[in-house]
């Protein structure tokens, strides 16, 4: 170990080295068996291991793992919520974590879904293929602009079965706000207005049917915005016709509600079992309390909030991490005027606490919907295996089938009214030392009928002949 040490010294000791010799050190697992067994302490048991691992760039492999996918920025690291987790107390969980645009995949229906990560980090490409056990999302699957629709992605997660926080049901149909608000309607339908007051609201697949002139002041919205873009307030018809003019360039929908003069706005968030709601006031002068400067204040949870919260994350089979948007007129009412989902902003200053909260959450989903074992990675016995249980369950059949020999088997003997058969002829004097030997039975089978003797023809004699007088012409003479 010590000449290694020395050997690999010299930086260009690597060019010398045959290739696959590092990487086949770097993966012996039994180096350290041999090295106890050759009498070394265990200090220097662990030096030369470190030694060999920072040749091969390798490290001492690692437990079991099941990989977790997080969808969302990289200004959040996820991975230090997941240190220490374990998922059916035997699998650690590995983060991965890019956005939409960043990751590629293929689904198949029997082998799972594979996929594919580039992205950039402090100046570095980072090219890596896994297949995700699970997926926490904490981006919006449709953005804002043309390109920012990963619709085609959503839907290869949910071909290959992955589960995931919120799930891809449920990720699909916030794709489209007139979709989720559709949903507000049926709850205060069937809970009525005074108990869940949802804003009003109007719908134009298109400008054509912008006809009609609504309430003024009202706020216009085109489109899947969210994060107050694309969101105009209206003060009279004629603004109006301008944005139902900007409508027809965009080829999108729109949706118009009236303008709510607001004391302040209302955001109570759902955490799997955890509730928080919040107060934000604007203070520099803006209508959309979120954007530009306000004042945020985390208040009590009171029974309405729990119940408006509660049934929303009941739409669309379950939700894990909900917030409901509300604004307190100055009228002294409220108004829902729409729901988020796991992609939601985390406000205030508990942020940490609410991401331990959904780490919280994502290890116990993954607990109850992880399989430990995929059908597809299932081993099979070999072709080897299967043979050694045969030969296990009959030690006297050969693989052939042919009864085997044992020590303490006897050979069959001739019946005792049989005469032995005559010696075979012996070969003519012609007949090469090679013929002669394989003519001769074996121990094993001197009890058995002789076979017939092989007797060389005359063309094979003069070949052993010529072949003979060849090589002690040039070796000299054999005997």
């Not at 000791?13 to 697992?29: H, K, R, T």
């Not at 949802?198 to 915005?225: R, W």
Request: proline letters at 7%.
């Amino acid at each position: 170990m010590n000449f290694l040490r020395r050997r690999f010294s010299d930086p260009n000791a690597a060019a010398n080295v045959p290739n696959g010799y590092l990487q086949s050190i770097g993966v012996d697992d039994n180096r350290e068996r041999v090295l106890q067994a050759a009498g070394a302490s265990p200090q220097t048991i662990r030096r030369d291991l470190g030694f060999l691992s920072s040749l091969t760039g390798r490290t001492e492999p690692k437990g079991k793992t099941k990989t977790l996918l997080v969808i969302d920025d990289p200004h959040t690291d996820w991975s230090k919520y997941f240190r220490g987790k374990k998922v059916h107390g035997e699998y650690d969980i590995k983060v991965e974590q890019c956005e939409f645009s960043e990751l590629n995949l293929a689904s198949y229906s029997e082998g799972g879904t594979m996929v594919d990560m580039q992205l950039y980090r402090q100046g570095t490409k980072i090219v890596r293929s896994f297949k995700p056990d699970f997926v926490l999302i904490r981006q919006h699957a449709r953005g804002m602009g043309v390109q920012e629709d990963w619709k085609n992605l959503v839907l290869g997660f949910q071909y290959g079965g992955i589960p995931s926080v919120n799930s891809w049901e449920s990720i699909y149909n916030f794709m489209d706000k007139p979709w989720v608000f559709a949903q507000l309607l049926k709850l205060q339908e069937r809970h009525g207005k005074d108990k869940f007051p949802v804003i009003d609201q109007s719908y134009f697949p298109n400008h054509k049917e912008m006809l009609m002139t609504p309430k003024f002041p009202c706020v216009i919205k085109i489109g899947h915005a969210h994060a107050g873009m694309g969101k105009v307030r209206v003060q009279n018809h004629h603004d109006f016709q301008d944005i139902a003019s900007v409508v027809a360039i965009t080829n999108c929908y729109a949706t118009t509600e009236p303008y709510i003069d607001a004391k302040y706005d209302i955001r109570i968030q759902k955490i799997g079992s955890n509730y928080k709601a919040f107060m934000r006031t604007s203070i520099s002068g803006n209508w959309k309390a979120n954007t530009g400067s306000s004042v945020l204040e985390q208040i009590a949870v009171t029974e309405r909030f729990k119940f408006w919260v509660d049934e929303c994350s009941e739409i669309f089979g379950g939700l894990d991490v909900v917030a409901v948007e509300a604004i307190h007129g100055k009228d002294g009412k409220d108004y829902i005027i729409e729901v988020n989902d796991c992609a939601m902003t985390l406000l205030g200053e508990n942020q940490e606490e609410d991401r331990r909260q959904i780490g919280e959450l994502v290890s116990l989903k993954m607990n109850h919907l992880v399989k430990t074992t995929p059908p597809s990675m299932r081993k099979t016995p070999s072709g080897q295996q299967l043979l050694a249980s045969s030969q296990g369950s009959s030690p006297t059949t050969s693989a052939a089938g042919t009864p085997k020999n044992t020590p303490g088997a006897q050979s069959p003997s001739p019946p005792k009214g049989a005469t032995p058969s005559a010696s075979p002829q012996k070969p003519s004097n012609t007949s090469s030392p090679a013929s002669s030997q394989r003519s001769t039975p074996s121990s094993s089978q001197r009890s058995l009928p002789n076979p017939p003797p092989k007797v060389t023809p005359p063309e094979e004699d003069d070949t052993f002949k010529n072949l003979k007088r060849t090589f002690a012409n040039i070796f000299g003479d054999i005997n």
